[in-house]
């Protein structure tokens, strides 16, 4: 089994690079703010906390994250590997992951991240609101907390799998397809 984070900034093209190595490498995607958004939907206790964190653009409590990852891997044992987005985010979250992952005898492969530049966030963002229909995509306030965010609370985090050895980055700013080519290149190394 091979697993993988995607990482990197909102609108970095995690969610559409996974898919992408889901149809490829067959794994399974585990999206923490797809997860996430489900809950709301579906109108749960959990979706009503995480509903004002998320449209303003605040992280989520590392607890609730941690325990739906949890499920998701334990609910899914023959999976051929994981493609983990948007998680983790914090490095509380990273440790605890490490942790667990050692008691179900699993590691992470590799951490894929994608660097766009913040300009770069922003037009995305701003692409994807014509299209899609996120509350944390409507306002650049809100945006700009997102971004924020990820250099605050996200970004320590590329120390943290530097020094495992784990951390691959990816320029991002390409095509969907170049930056896919480059993934394929070190999912195959990995
Ligand atoms: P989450 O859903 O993870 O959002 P995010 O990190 O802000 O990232 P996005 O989904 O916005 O972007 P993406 O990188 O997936 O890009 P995409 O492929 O869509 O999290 C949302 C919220 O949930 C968080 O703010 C937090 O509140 C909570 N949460 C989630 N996980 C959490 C955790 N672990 N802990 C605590 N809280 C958590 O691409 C973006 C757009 O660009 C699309 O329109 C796409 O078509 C386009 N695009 C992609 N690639 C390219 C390209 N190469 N060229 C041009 N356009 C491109
Ligand atoms: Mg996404």
Do not use: C, W
Request: net charge negative; aromatic share 6%; hydrophobic share 35%.
């Amino acid at each position: 089994m091979k697993h993988f984070i995607i990482f990197g900034p909102p609108g970095a093209g995690k969610g559409t690079q996974a898919k992408l190595m889901v149809e490829k490498y067959n794994l399974r995607h585990i999206s923490t703010g797809d997860l996430l958004r489900a809950e709301i939907k579906a109108g749960t206790k959990l979706g009503k906390i995480a509903k004002a964190l998320i449209d303003d653009g605040n992280l989520v409590p590392d607890e609730i994250v941690l325990r739906m990852v949890s499920n998701e891997i334990v609910q899914n044992p023959d999976v051929s590997g994981f493609v983990f987005d948007g998680f983790p985010r914090t490095t509380t979250q990273a440790s605890s992951f490490d942790y667990h992952l050692k008691s179900l005898g699993m590691d992470v492969n590799g951490v894929i991240s994608i660097i766009i530049s913040d300009d770069t966030v922003r037009d995305r963002i701003h692409h994807r609101a014509l299209i899609e229909d996120r509350k944390d995509d409507m306002n650049d306030e809100i945006i700009q907390n997102r971004i924020v965010t990820y250099h605050s609370k996200t970004e320590p985090l590329i120390d943290y799998y530097k020094k495992q050895g784990k951390y691959h980055e990816i320029d991002g700013e390409g095509t969907i397809e170049e930056i896919f080519d480059k993934i394929s290149l070190l999912i195959e190394m990995l």
